[in-house]
Every structure is written in structure tokens, then in C-alpha cells.
């Protein structure tokens, strides 16, 4: 088991409450939850998004912290927050990594996996 290790977890769903599509405007939400799955305490200090959208257009993120905070995490701890992206195409991708450092000083990355932006096809 390493010592600095955290899993990623990702649930994204789509807002249509706050989406235009007439104005190519896709809001999507994205819960995200970060386990200290290694064996010391570590923080997370900032974040690094890459978000492509349906054309392939590329827009990169980075950030201290997440929703405001840079939370310190025991082995077995969870942290859990929503955030929102929004898109000119109904369909797009994120993926990215957070920076973290453990409690002895070493810095390291957490990749967050790829995960798919997608408005649900409605049927007429």
C-alpha cells in the first residue's frame, strides 16, 4: 500500500434548468469524491482541469483548492463537493489531476479520470 495514495471518484449529470440549448448553452454539474486511500494524511492544495467540448476545443483550468477549501485527509477520510462546468456542445469531456502534498512534505498527483459532459438524448 503506498503512503500517499487518494481515489477519485466522479458522478457528472446534466442541468437543464440552467442550460440553453438555443444559445448553446450546456450546464453540467460533476460530484466529485476524493478517499485517502494510502497510509499518511495528505492535502489536497490545487487543481489542474483540461475540458474539451464537442469540437475538440481545449480549455485548461487551475485553481487553489476545490469549492474554496484545501482539505487535509486521514487515511480513510472522504471529501465530497459539486461543481459545475458549462459547455457550448451538448457533449465534452474533463479529466485533470490535483496536486496534494502529504503531511511529511512530499508533494504529489492524484490523476482524475476522464469523465463524460453529456445532455441525455430526449425522445419527441
Excluded at 450546456?26 to 460530484?31: G, I, L, R, S
Aim: charged fraction near 20%.
Amino acid at each position: 500500500m503506498k503512503s500517499h495514495e487518494f481515489t477519485v471518484t466522479v458522478q457528472p449529470r446534466y442541468l437543464p434548468e440552467q442550460s440553453d440549448p438555443a444559445r448553446r448553452q450546456y450546464v453540467f454539474a460533476y460530484t466529485i469524491r476524493i478517499t485517502n486511500t494510502g497510509t499518511e494524511p495528505a492535502q489536497l492544495i490545487s487543481r489542474h482541469w483540461i475540458i474539451t467540448d464537442g469540437n475538440q476545443q481545449q480549455q485548461e483550468v487551475r485553481g487553489l483548492g476545490v469549492v474554496g477549501q484545501q482539505p487535509l485527509l486521514k487515511p480513510g477520510e472522504s471529501f465530497e463537493y459539486t461543481s459545475g462546468c458549462p459547455l457550448p456542445t451538448p457533449v465534452g469531456t474533463m479529466r485533470g489531476t490535483y496536486h496534494c502534498v502529504g503531511e511529511n512534505g512530499m508533494p504529489f498527483e492524484v490523476e482524475i479520470p476522464e469523465f463524460v459532459l453529456a445532455m441525455p438524448r430526449t425522445l419527441h
